[in-house]
């Protein structure tokens, strides 16, 4: 049998890794659906909703640019801007729902 490209292996295991993070919920979901309300998977939806508009706004997209670019330089300024970015808004985000208490 001859082995796979390296085209085919990458492909595979990313395809791997997504069937893997989609199935994961799904099995997982009928005891959750046993253990909680209605009313606070509703609330656990909204919420996470929120997390992920704010993930977004808070790495700016730029942990694809570290990816992308492969000069170390450039891989460590794009992750202290990440950093810096995700550090102030998780803390503004710390004090508005300390605010809304």
């Known amino acids: 049998m001859r082995a796979l490209p390296p085209f085919w292996k990458h492909l ?3 395809l791997s890794g997504s069937v893997a993070a989609q199935a994961l919920p799904i099995l997982a ?3 959750i659906t046993r253990l909680c309300r209605p009313a606070d998977l509703g609330q656990f939806g909204v ?3 929120v997390v992920a508009i704010a993930a977004v706004a808070a790495t700016l997209r730029m942990e694809n640019a570290m990816i992308i670019d492969h000069a170390p330089a450039r891989q460590r300024l ?5 950093a810096w970015s995700a550090g102030w808004l998780a803390a503004l985000l710390t004090l508005a729902a300390a605010a809304a208490r």
């Open 12 to 14: 595979l295991t990313v």
């Open 29 to 31: 979901a009928p005891l």
């Open 47 to 49: 919420w996470y909703g």
């Open 78 to 82: 794009c992750f202290g801007v990440v």
